[in-house]
């Protein structure tokens, strides 16, 4: 965990030093049980009284095993979360002419997302966000495998999602040479970060509303934003069944801050082991709501606020040549 000025609590998991501690079986709390307390404490944001009655344990032993699991998280994330080792172009790039060769050198997708957190009042107004909520901004990267590969938790909600991926550059966060990851336009576009053209349709819906009137595309830039869109669909829904998945992600919680921002990051490591074990998501449809929707908080989805100078001359030539290369080869 970092603690610094600005952000406040950022926690990034490439570069913390992990803690060398494992959990220690004991003949009354065996390991998996204590890994069960804490599956359950965030599954239901369970507190110490109902863990104590869901599995007969003192409150102080509760507490114990809770805090050991916390002080793990950052080595399970370090084990889980990682940046792509594979600089080859992803199959479902490769096989789909909408993106062969455009986007042969895209290795992922970045997004922010807020979480809501509960925080002393003399400490809140920097994590107020522009709904009026509390909640940190979080910048995850995953791949075309649905797999989290990087996670930075703890950015005031006040945070702009542009500002998340300068931090994370500067402190040791990388892109392969030659290869990018797609962002929405709420981050600067750059060689690294290729962003759709503003002031150009984008969402999926408004090509759909088109499509009904009348067909094609005006320019090379509403194609780029078109499949580039589709693109990002594909993969942005992680945050969803992540979401879904740990709906204490979307409520605010009894915890101290430090442990809520490690709740984040412990929920991205849970669901890559579970992807890692070919967990099906279909099931989430169909479950109980551990958490009361009625308790979940309003945060912003996504960045509206754009900067002037968000714009480099290399993302813009590079996206250029992208697009170009793609209206080119539509027109054949």
């Not at 095993?65 to 792509?84: H, R």
């Not at 892109?175 to 797609?182: D, M, N, S, T």
């Amino acid at each position: 965990m970092r603690v610094g000025a600005n952000p406040s609590l950022e926690w990034s998991q490439q570069y913390s030093k992990p803690y060398q501690i494992f959990l220690e079986e004991t003949i009354y709390c065996e390991t998996h049980k204590q890994l069960g307390m804490f599956m359950y404490m965030i599954s239901h944001n369970a507190s110490n009284q109902m863990l104590q009655k869901a599995f007969q344990h003192s409150g102080e032993t509760i507490h114990r095993k809770i805090s050991e699991v916390f002080d793990l998280v950052p080595t399970l994330t370090q084990c889980f979360v990682k940046l792509p080792s594979s600089v080859h172009t992803h199959t479902k790039i490769a096989t789909d002419s909408r993106f062969m060769p455009f986007f042969q050198n895209c290795i992922g997708a970045i997004d922010g997302t807020h979480i809501p957190i509960t925080i002393a009042e003399h400490r809140a107004p920097p994590y107020r966000n522009r709904k009026g909520t509390l909640s940190h901004n979080v910048m995850v990267a995953w791949d075309f495998d649905l797999n989290f590969t990087f996670v930075s938790c703890g950015w005031e909600g006040s945070a702009s999602d542009a500002g998340v991926p300068r931090s994370a550059i500067s402190k040791g966060f990388s892109v392969p040479e030659g290869k990018f990851y797609l962002v929405d336009g709420g981050y600067a576009n750059t060689s690294s970060f290729i962003a759709p053209y503003r002031g150009v349709r984008y969402h999926l819906n408004e090509f759909r509303r088109r499509r009904s009137s009348q067909s094609g595309y005006a320019n090379y830039r509403e194609l780029f934003n078109h499949r580039h869109a589709i693109l990002r669909n594909h993969i942005e829904r992680a945050i969803g069944v992540l979401k879904k998945r740990f709906p204490i992600l979307k409520v605010g919680t009894f915890h101290p801050i430090e442990n809520q921002i490690k709740i984040t990051a412990a929920t991205v490591a849970f669901h890559n082991i579970i992807r890692g074990q070919n967990g099906d998501e279909r099931w989430l449809d169909n479950q109980p709501n551990y958490i009361s929707p009625s308790q979940y908080v309003d945060v912003p989805e996504g960045d509206t606020n754009y900067l002037n100078d968000t714009e480099s001359s290399d993302g813009s030539a590079l996206r250029d040549q992208i697009a170009l290369q793609m209206w080119a080869s539509y027109n054949i």
